[in-house]
């Protein structure tokens, strides 16, 4: 019976769209005159909220009728801003090797991303890696006003409606975030973090079952 390797994309498979997202942010910042700029620590901590929520942040003095203006605009430049991504974002190191070798060896892996399926598509294209998925999961949380609320319940229910279809032996959840590790545990699965030595962070109360840096760590799963 196959095993299910359920992965996140942004701060996962992929590193450097963080800076992308700073760009884009400061961008949108100096167009509206407000004089700052957001930080990459600033950016890192929000990783993963919606636009709205990136400038409510960003802009606090602002009011809804401000923010929604600045997630228009920043949805508005389009080619600019994929070029922008385009400069920054690349592969995580051995995320193709792991990715090829958990099918070469007759499993399954998905995707299960904040975004929409579409969009979350042009990230995997981009990077060529769309080819080792057997299905893309979006949520599509990136518009829903959300700060201080968690996100695995729409994680967790998209996986859980998803292991209706078909039995495994094992699923294992890969995320960089606390609502990656609390969708898999929700259906049973064994859970990675994986922390990004660029950003030398520490992980703190954790549930998840293992803490990594290195993606190669999750071949182990493939002989347990």
């Not at 829903?144 to 699923?171: P, Q, S």
């Not at 259906?187 to 994986?194: H, I, N, P, R, S």
């Amino acid at each position: 019976m196959k095993n299910l390797f359920v992965w996140d994309f942004h701060g996962t498979l992929e590193t450097g769209n963080v800076y992308a997202v700073q760009e884009l942010v400061n961008l949108v910042l100096k167009e509206f005159k407000i004089n700052k700029e957001v930080s990459i620590k600033e950016v890192r901590d929000w990783y993963g909220l919606s636009w709205f929520d990136y400038f409510k942040l960003a802009a606090p003095e602002g009011n809804d009728k401000l923010w929604q203006d600045m997630v228009n605009k920043v949805l508005s430049l389009q080619r600019r801003g994929w070029d922008i991504i385009k400069t920054h974002i690349k592969l995580r190191e051995s995320a193709e090797e792991v990715l090829k070798t958990i099918e070469k060896e007759g499993h399954q892996n998905i995707l299960l991303s904040n975004t929409s399926p579409q969009h979350i598509k042009k990230f995997t294209d981009l990077l060529n890696i769309t080819k080792y998925f057997t299905d893309i999961i979006g949520v599509d949380t990136h518009h829903v006003f959300r700060i201080n609320k968690e996100i695995h319940d729409n994680k967790g229910k998209a996986l859980t409606d998803f292991l209706k279809k078909i039995e495994y032996n094992k699923v294992v959840v890969i995320g960089d975030r606390e609502s990656d590790i609390k969708a898999g545990r929700n259906c049973g699965a064994t859970t990675y973090l994986f922390v990004d030595p660029a950003f030398n962070e520490n992980a703190k109360n954790t549930e998840a079952d293992y803490i990594i840096s290195d993606l190669k760590e999750i071949l182990k799963q493939l002989k347990s």
